[in-house]
């Protein structure tokens, strides 16, 4: 189970979970689970870690999540308004849209034509960090704990010092013609 | 009162063209200081971790600009440390490009014959060396036998890895850990510490003044080793002469700080910019197709699943690096590997049913198939149309994190010219990949961080024309004597190719002019040393 950080309160670390899950989608932590949306299988960014990430003080994003959070709360609501969408008061804005919703309104937030996009590209950028390469974690100890993206990605594990060596990895043998006119420093001409 | 510090030549940036300067200035008997604003780390410093503050994250700058991306290197070394040490040199048309200007835009004295020798000379120091192919790694391999199965040729590219040593492990972005890989910790650099020069990490220059007498002040802060937003002091130092490598992306905006107090800089300076006209597509390969088609097979009887084995770029197809070509329709298509975090965000999937590409559950499905990934690097003409807006408070940008993001003041809004050629090498890459169904791919977007260059070249280049260069052919700055510009920022244009034994190449050419004007301005330098002598460790801090 992966921590939120105690400087989020639950609205808004509901709405961030969504945002991650509409990167990196994952599937539901149990029935009652809101923020992920449960368009895929297997976890996604937010069980990769993605809020213990952004709440990571070299990220250069953790103050930013609170205001972060509000506002996309509010984007959703005018959303919502402008798609003529009945939004669930129950839970955050953002949350109460469906995953294609998310991510269509992601792609505005996102586009090179929003002014204030800065900051959505980051919480996008990390939160796909989260899920593969997990620079929260020591990447060895991570694989080790089963890291739901490394793991999925097919992430090879290290050697028993915690290094990657790769012994098998060449098919050893000549796999094309060299362009004629190569010089004999081996450069193009 | 303390007196201000003084050395004969101060050196901005230790990467190429800051560490061959350093070598043979020492080596010729001028007091070398050397200011560097990453960390000095070596050999076991270099970890094999994504974790935020391992050497991933402390030895390269990721800038997003407007329109373009710069990932460049920061630490003692440069992008010698965090590059995949490709080092092919640069096709004779290159030195003939006109780009927009109408006219070369190289300087008349250089072409590829005239530096053909200044190659060499890099060539044995570094040393560069060629591959065969059992030195070829998988993703290679497959790069090849996709161009052989299309009718194009392919070759493994010159390169500045030790085969014997290297463990295929591709960390190599975050430093070699064993020492494999040739970076200028194993040559010019321990050198040019032999010869006595000093070498000053977490020192980032900000701008220059002059003295009375007509040489130049350098003003420096000091960085935090860990948190790079925080300075944690400053200070001067006085030089006869200044060479200026910081990076195609670092050194105009310590030139337009500096404008205020020398007065005005060249037109050239910050604009000009070129990103090598670079460009990545991400194959996904059909692993039956592969074996059936390409007749693949490795030993564990997998036909691929090797994106995670290798050693950065080892096969390039250089069939349009082909001077019978009009300019901009000549590239190369190179293998790449780029570790996740920076190199998946931006992979499309190429199944999104008009969904996002980048991001979401389509995306997902192909990082689920990331083992089966290909990179297919392109490098392109393109227009040198990247300009510098004016520079942030200090450095070269606004960081965001601690280490490696940041935000930086560079434009780049390519040109008709540039997307012509891009369009065109990707239409290559494609009929290539997915010939007979060997892949699907798609080029990485451009709508999160704009373009994305690893090679930043021609911000302060060098030429004939005052109007569009901001040095001469001695690598001098117009209108400002004493100050050189030797890194990748004097480079005139993309290269096609990749351009770090160019940027070698040029320093080593430019060593004697800057040599003779060192002298004219009283130091006691001479110009002929020797080769440094290549070393199997990767140089440490000696006061460390």
């Not at chain 1, 609170?66 to 509010?74: D, K, M, R, W």
């Not at chain 1, 849209?97 to 309104?105: K, T, V």
């Amino acid at each position: 189970m992966v921590a939120t950080p105690e400087f989020l309160d639950d609205v808004q670390a509901m709405t961030l979970e969504a945002f991650a899950d509409t990167i990196v989608p994952g599937n539901k932590r149990s029935s009652s689970d809101r923020a992920i949306a449960g368009v895929c299988e297997e976890p996604g960014a937010v069980e990769s870690g993605a809020l213990e990430l952004l709440a990571d003080p070299a990220t250069g994003v953790a103050e930013a999540l609170v205001p972060l959070s509000g506002l996309l709360n509010e984007r959703a609501t005018e959303y919502a308004e402008r798609t003529g969408l009945t939004l669930d008061e129950e839970v955050p804005a953002f949350v109460a849209l469906d995953y294609d919703h998310r991510a269509a309104l992601i792609l505005e937030l996102t586009a090179r034509s929003n002014p204030e996009r800065d900051g959505w590209v980051l919480l996008a950028q990390f939160s796909n960090i989260a899920y593969d390469s997990a620079a929260h974690r020591s990447t060895a100890e991570a694989l080790a704990d089963g890291h739901p993206g490394l793991i999925q990605m097919g992430f090879a594990k290290p050697d028993e010092d915690g290094l990657w060596r790769f012994s098998d990895y060449s098919y050893g043998r000549v796999l094309a013609k060299r362009h004629p006119s190569t010089t004999e420093s081996g450069s193009p001409a | 009162m303390t007196a201000t510090e003084k050395t004969d030549v101060l050196i901005v940036g230790s990467g190429f063209g800051g560490a061959i300067t350093a070598y043979h200035l020492a080596a010729g008997g001028a007091k070398v200081t050397v200011l560097e604003r990453g960390p000095w780390l070596t050999g076991k410093d270099f970890d094999h971790d994504y974790l935020l503050g391992s050497s991933y994250t402390k030895v390269f700058d990721f800038v997003a600009g407007d329109g373009m991306s710069v990932l460049g290197g920061n630490c003692v070394g440069g992008g010698s440390v965090v590059y995949f040490a490709a080092l092919p040199r640069a096709p004779g048309y290159v030195f003939e490009r006109q780009g927009s200007i109408g006219r070369r835009m190289w300087p008349a004295a250089i072409n590829r014959e005239s530096l053909d020798p200044w190659y060499d000379r890099v060539s044995e120091a570094m040393p560069v060396t060629q591959q065969d192919w059992h030195d070829v790694t998988y993703a290679g391999g497959l790069w090849a036998a996709a161009c052989d199965h299309s009718g194009h040729t392919a070759n493994p590219v010159p390169v500045g890895v030790d085969a014997e040593k290297c463990t295929n492990c591709n960390w190599m972005m975050a430093g070699c850990r064993f020492d494999a890989k040739k970076s200028l910790l194993m040559n010019y650099l321990p050198g040019a510490l032999e010869h006595g020069a000093e070498i000053r990490p977490l020192h980032e220059v900000q701008k220059l003044t002059r003295t009375d007498d007509g040489g130049y002040v350098v003003h420096y802060n000091q960085i935090d080793d860990v948190d790079y937003r925080v300075s944690t002091g400053s200070g001067e130092i006085e030089a006869k002469i200044v060479i200026l490598a910081a990076g195609a992306g670092a050194t105009p905006p310590i030139l337009q700080r500096s404008e205020e107090a020398l007065g005005e800089m060249p037109h050239a300076v910050g604009r000009y910019f070129s990103g090598n006209g670079e460009r990545l597509n991400n194959a996904i390969m059909n692993e039956e197709a592969v074996g059936e088609v390409l007749g693949l097979q490795r030993p564990n009887g997998k036909a691929y699943e090797a994106n995670q084995i290798g050693k950065g770029p080892v096969v390039a197809c250089w069939d349009y690096v082909d001077a019978a070509l009009p300019e901009y329709e000549r590239f190369s298509m190179e293998q790449l590997y780029f570790p996740p975090g920076l190199g998946t965000i931006l992979a499309q999937t190429p199944d999104a049913k008009g969904g996002p590409t980048w991001f979401g559950k389509e995306k997902k499905e192909i990082l689920k198939k990331w083992k089966s990934w290909l990179t297919i690097f392109l490098m392109t003409e393109d227009d040198n149309e990247g300009v510098f807006g004016p520079p942030p408070p200090t450095g070269n940008s606004f960081r965001i994190s601690q280490q490696m993001l940041a935000r930086g003041p560079l434009a780049y809004d390519p040109t008709p010219n540039t997307l012509r050629g891009w369009a065109m090498a990707d239409a290559k890459a494609k009929e290539i990949i997915e010939k007979d169904g060997l892949a699907k791919v798609m080029p990485w977007t451009n709508d999160v961080v704009g373009a994305y260059t690893v090679h930043p070249l021609a911000s302060c280049r060098i030429g004939d024309d005052p109007a569009t260069s901001a040095c001469d052919d001695t690598h001098e700055l117009r209108g400002h004597p004493g100050i050189f510009v030797t890194d990748g920022s004097s480079v005139p244009c993309g290269l096609t190719v990749n351009p770090a034994l160019t940027i070698a190449a040029l320093t080593e050419r430019a060593i004697p002019g800057i040599v003779a004007k060192a002298r004219e301005r009283g130091v006691d330098v001479t110009y002929g040393a020797s080769l440094p002598k290549p070393i199997f460790t990767s140089v440490a801090n000696p006061a460390a």
